[in-house]
């Protein structure tokens, strides 16, 4: 059964602190997406992969948020300094054709700020 | 401005009682519309594609429409376990920074 891990699930932090989520996407999947939802802003996309390529992460604030893509198994999302506003939960996807079609989400990392 | 607006914001139906859910939206250059649903603490799960107007798909008691300014999606005779939140989403003008997720539909379905 093909799907989309992420860790961790849950992640308590303090303000400052760096943070780390971890996606493996589904095997031959070639397009990673991260997204962060919350009740105020729905499901917002921050950054896309495709072939490991980062395409776009204008939807990230980069200052204190990149992600990566070291091989094709592993999509990482951090977060340094933390603040109380990046409390949210973030989802990873993956998708195997270009430009929208069905993206298959994991079942997103709560992350908790204070 | 581009948008994606979703309505209701909730729904309350009675086991059996059809009903359809909208997705409306104000983008230039549609490349497709997405159907997703979320159950509470999961992550949004694939329902269906659609490309253009007039396209249709169906999955068991789901079936999604698509017109030049909007979608639906019908759930006929609907059962406790439809119960979750619809999210459609819309990809337009080329690249995935164009995707726009609308707030959603939280659907109860009442036995």
């Known amino acids: 059964d093909a799907r989309v891990t992420q860790t961790p699930r849950h992640k308590v932090t303090e303000m400052g602190q760096e943070v780390t989520m971890r996606c493996q996407p589904i095997?031959?999947?070639?397009?990673v997406f991260w997204y962060r939802q919350t009740m105020m802003q729905g499901l917002e996309l921050l950054a896309y992969?495709?072939?490991?390529?980062?395409?776009?992460d204008s939807g990230m604030p980069k200052d204190r948020f990149s992600a990566e893509m070291p091989d094709a198994t592993l999509a990482t999302l951090k977060i340094q300094p933390s603040e109380p506003r990046d409390s949210a939960v973030y989802f990873c996807a993956s998708g195997s054709r270009q430009g929208g079609y069905e993206q298959y989400f994991g079942p997103g990392t709560r992350l908790t700020v204070t | 401005e581009d948008q994606v607006t979703q309505s209701p914001e909730a729904l309350r139906l009675q086991e059996g009682e059809s009903s359809s859910l909208n997705c409306s939206y104000t983008?230039?250059?549609?490349?497709?519309l997405f159907w997703y649903r979320q159950d509470p603490g999961k992550g949004p799960e694939f329902l269906f594609t659609l490309y253009s107007a007039g396209e249709e798909k169906e999955k068991e008691r789901l079936k999604a429409t698509l017109t030049k300014k909007e979608s639906f999606l019908h759930i006929t005779a609907p059962k406790p376990e439809d119960s979750a939140t619809y999210l459609c989403a819309v990809w337009f003008s080329g690249g995935y920074n164009k995707l726009i997720f609308g707030a959603g539909t939280r659907l109860a379905v009442h036995p």
């Open positions: 983008v230039s250059g549609l490349r497709g």
């Open positions: 095997l031959g999947h070639n397009t």
């Open positions: 992969f495709r072939n490991r390529a980062p395409l776009d």
